[in-house]
């Protein structure tokens, strides 16, 4: 999902990036609907396509935060995989009276929040040195000919501890913004859970103060026999053709079609 100047999106354990279903960009907060099968693992990409200013992004899974806010810098991405206060990989399990019993249930269920805020522009001062040496002789600019030599202190405020990504080698990202989907697959919920040990690591930065608009995304995870990703095809019952699945009915017949595994 694209929403000002952030790119966003859930991949499968393979990295292919999820199809997003009934996406919504009217209102303040973007919203969409992914499937993937319980017992699998996921990952949160973050593509910051500003080109000047870094960009703050909280995260939290069914209601609660990850253990910290992320720190994406200009014209690059993350793909997040694990929760910040334990080295856990994000796990999508489905919802029953066991989970429900242990972990409660909420509205939050299953949703992923993503907010975020962009850097000011930094705030910059010019400084006069009013006494300096030149050529072994004491000068005063005010008074002497020679050129004037100003510097740029930069100045930073709010000083705040954030955590950043270690970004990968090499990192690709499909834009899936898919409206009004209806996909014939019934929705049950989920929720995530610490799953296999994670390798990713973090470093500690600090960062300056931040605009005052929040930008929000929300996904909601259902569960699925099969995960709908960008590369998947739907065969059309009417005419046999193979189509991509951002199609919700084929192009060649009209015919309503149905989502299948590749």
Known sequence: MHNNQMVTGLKDPNGITLREKNVNTRSDVYT???FLPYNLHYSIFLKNLNMRHRAVVSVSIDGCGIGGSLLVEPDSSIN???FLDESKKFLFIEQNRETEAFHG???QDGKINISYQYETEPIH???????TTYSNELFNPLKDSHPMVPFVQQYRHDLKPISTCLPPQHEYYVHADISNSHDRIEKSSGITVGGEES???FNEKEHRELESKIHKITYKIFGASNSINVTDKIRCVGCNRMVTSDCNYCPKCGTALIKIRR
Do not use: F, M, P
């Open 199 to 201: 390798t990713q690591e």
């Open 125 to 131: 001062a010019w400084e006069i040195n009013s006494w």
């Open 105 to 107: 249930k909420s509205q």
């Open 32 to 34: 969409a609907e992914v």
């Open 80 to 82: 997040l995989e694990r």
